[in-house]
């Protein structure tokens, strides 16, 4: 089955401590992106991805790394989280930037930072 | 700067009618791509429906239809024959540049839609 998958989906934590949200998708995409979506401010893209070893900043990438080492698998890390990066967290993934090339998201994270 | 706008926080409707959401956007790149995401209160996001910059004809996907007007600079979301299964969020989203190219993609922040029986 074609599809994105999120690891944890669930995750409580404090201030300062290391975390990584690992994503994989199964379907061969070139593009991967990060988002998080915040009440009343949509999804907000992190970072993306347009192949292995290739990343650009979104549009709030403050306190995120990501890295694409494979083509599959884009995990997003935060270094020392704050409260202010609690929220749900989307991977998607698609074959190119353009074009009709939806997105196909994962199931979504929910990170809370005490 | 790229940027999307949907005016309407939340709306209700009768079930069996016809909808539209607003989407107007911002863009100085000719061309762009718009998409309307729809998210359940399980809170997966699916795609909807694509609209290109250079598409002559307004998208279609079986109920939902796309409204694309270029000059205003919209791309409004009509669902027609609406069912209580359409209840959820809308997104409207962008990306910039030809196919190609890297470029972010964003959304707005969303219309929340209630089906009344």
């Known amino acids: ?29 070139e593009y991967m992106s990060w988002y998080r979506q ?10 993306y991805s347009m192949n292995v070893e290739v990343t650009d900043k ?7 790394k990501v890295s694409r080492k494979e083509k599959r698998n884009f ?21 190119t930037s353009g074009g009709a090339g939806e997105q196909f998201f994962g199931p979504g994270t929910r990170l809370t930072v005490l | 700067a790229q940027k999307i706008t949907q005016t309407q926080p939340g709306m209700f409707v009768q079930e069996k009618e016809a909808v539209t959401l607003d989407c107007t956007y911002d863009t100085s790149d000719p061309s762009y791509g718009l998409f309307w995401y729809k998210q359940p209160s399980s809170g997966e996001m699916i795609f909807l429906i694509y609209q290109g910059s250079y598409d002559q ?8 239809s796309l409204n694309f007007q270029k000059a205003r600079k ?6 027609s024959a609406s069912q209580l299964g359409d209840s959820a969020m809308y997104f409207c989203a962008m ?10 993609i964003i959304f707005g922040s969303g219309t929340r839609l209630s089906i009344r029986p």
Not at chain 1, 76 to 85: A, K, R
Not at chain 2, 74 to 79: D, K, M, W, Y
Not at chain 2, 95 to 104: D, I, L, M, V, Y
């Open chain 2, 74 to 79: 919209s791309a409004n979301l009509v669902i």
């Open chain 1, 75 to 95: 995990p997003l890390i935060l270094e020392s989280p704050s409260p202010n990066q609690t929220s749900l967290y989307f991977c998607a993934s698609s074959w």
């Open chain 2, 57 to 64: 004809q307004n998208a279609t996907e079986g109920r939902y």
């Open chain 1, 1 to 29: 089955e074609a599809q994105v998958t999120q690891n944890p989906r669930y995750l409580i934590t404090v201030t300062g401590k290391k975390l990584t949200v690992t994503c994989s998708q199964n379907m061969n995409h």
């Open chain 1, 58 to 64: 979104g549009d709030v990438p403050e306190g995120y």
């Open chain 1, 38 to 47: 915040d009440p009343g401010l949509g999804l907000r893209q992190i970072y």
């Open chain 2, 95 to 104: 990306r910039e540049g030809p196919n190609s190219s890297a470029s972010k």
